[in-house]
């Protein structure tokens, strides 16, 4: 697959270009297979591809502008789809007080062991200390106890983007950070129906988003108590497949009930004229989905960027640049590119074509264009395919409409192998010997039936380090019993090894 | 002003309608007149727009879906000014350690007495406590460090969208809190030269901004010593005057020479092969600016929004609304403005036409379309500007292009109203005494001669409460000597009292 790296550097003599020979090599010998090492494979991606770095802070990432104009892309689209569903931004302050996250039991038993405390200002301590945001149900349920008086206030239905700090022990770029970005919607309703609704709604726009933009499968459903967020009546997910057999839980969106209302006094005025507890929901997503973006595309090579959220959609590399018109023609196919909507750039950089190519290739770039003086005078271009690596021949007159084509060809082909690899790497078990053994050699996720219990979800996350990771809404009946204790099967569940 | 809310409620008789009416009463009543308590008027018009709202944090605000869709089409129009610079956004820590912080120290000198200090993650004390960032040079200072090496690496041009923590003691909505949002640029420059036009430019990208999309005609200069940023080699200003004649810094751009470059070791190698320092700045522009917005354009019926910036640009107010065919018509006019562009709303609540009219008008709607059984049958509608009240017969068919057309001259009115409002409240003072009763009597920008000594700052500050605002780049000399101490006149500087 790196073949192309090896390909004739030509004259290049000067220092610049010994540099960038020099960090081809790197970049050769520094991505380790992805059979060979995944874990390794994966974080030499997010270096080589330049998404993120290491900070001197413990735990926590830089994010790159590679890294960074990804999670742009993710922000304007989920965003956009979340206000046509009424939802509107707000910014809650970053710091909540002790009291205020003891408020709710099971919420601060959650959270309390994973918070960075803030004990000072400035040079003198505090009265209360203050703990960095883990999330904000506490902070948003203060508000809208003030916030809500009558049926007439609700629903309200707000969002928040911002960092959130975990004091995670172990850390992975993008994975599992010590700070991470996220968006967190809290809304609050007059009816348990309605809190329900908005709870699976926004589900939906996740999974939704997941699989249109980001080219990612997920399979839907609720999880188990053992599994669910804290404070929470009811969790659900959307659960992604990476390419090496191992759930990502995507994004969650969770039903509160009307326990932090009681936690929190939020009561409302009905139309009947008797004082009621509000009905809560709360769903986030995080920069963790790059992780799954990586994952499930991702290849020797590089990332795979589905075309909808690839920064850069199309890169122009001209080929032989120093000739005359070269230059003139990559730019000016830019500039009708770009006119037409599409993200667009040409690298004119001094570097070799070929360090051009498997520079594309790192980044994950859907598409690149190449162009030399013969394709000129030939009046065509040559498209190259980053996920199936073919070349196109395309007219230079027909450059915008192709492109628009190829793009949804490829984003549309790598929907379609993520969904087939997601497809070919489900298994059923209805006895415990063939669910142990399908766990340990068979990558992916099992489905087996469940009898309710918590203490057979614990047997099987420290026997098997396997998790249930949710209770499909489509439901099947595998067995009648279930595969760990023989008792009746109540749920069929998706187990797996999780990220 | 407020004379629309005594207008005729109508048939308004259920429980909500008595709401509404208290509100209504409870809205005339609580705005302060902004001659009687500008202070008081401004708190006033915060709460009442629902911009933003205290939190249990103390110090710390929460910004309400009113106040928070200003700063999203802030975000959205100055980073699109930013990215045709050739600015890339990054995310780096929220947190920083305390021996980074204190590596240059005239930075930490300025900011450790106002920083908030993490010192437990999770259940255990940290070995090292980290301050929540007040500011990010020293964050970029270390990633730069390991990010440059060669001359080829260079400029790097990046910029964080995030909150910044600083511990003050008093605390305003928007103007100071102890918790704000805003963006930081961070450069870094192979030259001195280099450094400074970037430091210039982005200055004028945001004096560009702040007058084209806010309407807020500024001074742009440089700081004196006294009031420059900590660790900077000179910072630039924007500096706008609010409606009572005081200054509010809108913005800020400065240029660090190789100042942190030296504390941070940050050096690459040059096309000469020698190694040098490098050479850096940074700039910001933070959620205050919504304070100007308010402060500049405001009356005593609340916000003025100028159309740029304006979340809700065009609100359709539906009059008698129960009659047939109204409400059709008022969504068609909403449909046309919108698929043209405009961000409309249409107000089909059950409030009143009045308390609906002063609800666009507390808020700052540019203008509103009034649209009744009357108008549709004469195939007209009504616009109502916000800035001036006028009102203007606008034919059905036409209702798109005369939109656009009102909104550019709001847009430029308000603009041209700021800048008489600035323009009559610069006074020029070559005495003493007159300097004295200027700054005292007469609200504004008082432009006087200064001999360049710290001392004479600190005489005017402690006497009168002023400060410089900025020595402007288009100098004059109004004296052969300064107001203060008689000494030669080195600059003109535009002083005032400020937020």
């Known amino acids: 697959m790196c073949l192309i790296l090896r390909e004739d550097f030509g004259g290049l003599s000067n220092r610049k270009e010994e540099k960038i020979m020099a960090n081809d090599k790197k970049l050769v010998e520094a991505i380790t297979s992805m059979e060979e090492d995944f874990a390794q494979w994966y974080t030499d991606v997010v270096k080589k591809a330049e998404l993120c770095d290491y900070s001197s802070v413990k735990g926590c990432m830089i994010i790159k502008p590679a890294g960074y104009a990804i999670w742009e892309q993710i922000q304007q689209q989920l965003d956009a789809a979340f206000k046509k569903t009424g939802v509107e931004n707000v910014y809650m302050p970053m710091f909540i007080p002790e009291s205020l996250l003891e408020k709710e039991k099971d919420h601060v038993e959650g959270f309390a062991p994973e918070v960075a405390w803030v004990t000072h200002g400035g040079l003198e301590p505090l009265q209360e200390r203050l703990c960095v945001r883990p999330t904000s149900e506490t902070l948003f349920c203060d508000f809208y106890r003030n916030e809500v008086q009558s049926y007439r206030d609700l629903p309200k239905v707000y969002n928040q983007w911002c960092s959130v700090v975990r004091w995670e022990k172990t850390t992975r770029p993008f994975l599992r950070s010590r700070e991470f970005l996220w968006q967190e919607g809290h809304t609050v309703h007059a009816t348990a129906e309605e809190a329900e609704e908005r709870t699976i709604q926004m589900l939906n726009v996740y999974a939704d988003f997941v699989r249109d933009v980001l080219a990612i499968p997920v399979v839907k459903g609720q999880k188990t108590d053992k599994e669910k967020f804290a404070g929470a009546e009811a969790t659900y997910t959307i659960e992604a497949l990476m390419h090496d057999g191992k759930a990502l839980q995507s994004g969650t969106s969770h039903n509160f009930g009307d326990g932090f209302a009681k936690a929190f ?121 980053r996920d199936t690596r073919e070349k196109i021949e395309v007219g230079l007159d027909e450059v915008e409409t192709k492109a628009a084509e190829l793009l949804e060809t490829i984003q549309s082909d790598m929907y379609e192998a993520a969904k087939k690899h997601l497809e070919t790497h489900i298994s059923d078990a209805v006895t415990w010997d063939a669910f142990c053994d399908t766990i340990n050699n068979k990558p992916g996720f099992v489905r087996a039936m469940w009898c309710g219990d918590r203490a057979c979800e614990d047997k099987i996350k420290d026997e098997l380090t396997a998790t249930s990771r949710c209770m499909p809404f489509e439901q099947e009946q595998l067995s009648e019993n279930y595969v760990c204790c023989g008792k009746p099967a109540k749920k069929m569940v998706y187990w797996g090894r999780a990220y």
Chains 1, 2 share one sequence.
Request: include cysteine; charged fraction near 30%; aromatic fraction near 8%.
């Open 265 to 385: 006094d939020i009561q409302f005025t009905d139309k009947d004229n008797t004082l009621k507890y509000c009905h809560q929901t709360s769903w986030g997503l995080s920069t963790r989905i790059i992780g799954a973006v990586i994952m499930v595309h991702g290849d020797d090579s590089g990332l795979k960027l589905p075309p909808k959220v690839a920064p850069t959609q199309i890169m122009v590399v001209p080929i032989q640049q120093k000739k005359e018109g070269v230059l003139d023609k990559a730019f000016e196919l830019k500039s009708r590119l770009w006119d037409k909507g599409f993200r667009v750039k040409v690298d004119d950089s001094d570097k070799s074509p070929g360090w051009k190519f498997s520079e594309c290739e790192m980044r994950g770039v859907p598409f690149r264009i190449e162009i030399g003086p013969k394709d000129i005078e030939n009046n065509k271009c040559v498209f190259v395919r």
